[in-house]
């Protein structure tokens, strides 16, 4: 694979934004098991292995159970993920997949019914900034490790 130019060294500038977006996220309510179940499940989504491999060790880190971990791409299948982490993976697929349909009404109204304003705006926030920063890897391709 050819290598290419890596944005944090010849714009390091750039990178400091999106980490300002990052240091907001780590300072919101937002669980780390709901950050990084979103920052797994957009990655898989983008098929962005450098932060696939970033973020699962994170969530490992944190507490994570392999199993779920594993599981994630099928969650709607398992039994392992609470009505709260359902509806953020609902929500991070439906943003993440933005040009299908966008966040719909039905998980709108439900992550609503969960969440106050404030967390719903971290939810949102946090798949938009996972979303760049996989784009961001992908188009540079980013080396795991």
């Not at 509806?87 to 609503?112: P, W």
Request: net charge negative.
């Amino acid at each position: 694979m050819e290598k290419r130019i890596q944005i944090d060294a010849a714009e390091p500038s750039a990178y400091e934004a999106m980490y300002a977006l990052e240091n907001y996220l780590q300072q919101g309510k937002l669980s780390k098991t709901h950050l990084e179940l979103i920052k797994i499940r957009a990655s898989q989504i983008n098929g962005c292995a450098f932060c696939i491999d970033m973020h699962t060790k994170d969530a490992m880190k944190y507490g994570e159970d392999l199993q779920r971990i594993f599981l994630l791409e099928a969650w709607k299948e398992s039994g392992l993920f609470t009505e709260e982490e359902r509806i953020i993976l609902q929500m991070t697929e439906e943003v993440t997949l933005i040009h299908q349909n966008g966040l719909s009404d039905e998980t709108y109204r439900k992550a609503m019914e969960q969440f106050d304003e404030h967390y719903f705006s971290q939810i949102i926030m946090a798949i938009v900034a996972i979303n760049s920063w996989n784009r961001i890897a992908i188009s540079t391709r980013k080396p795991i490790g």
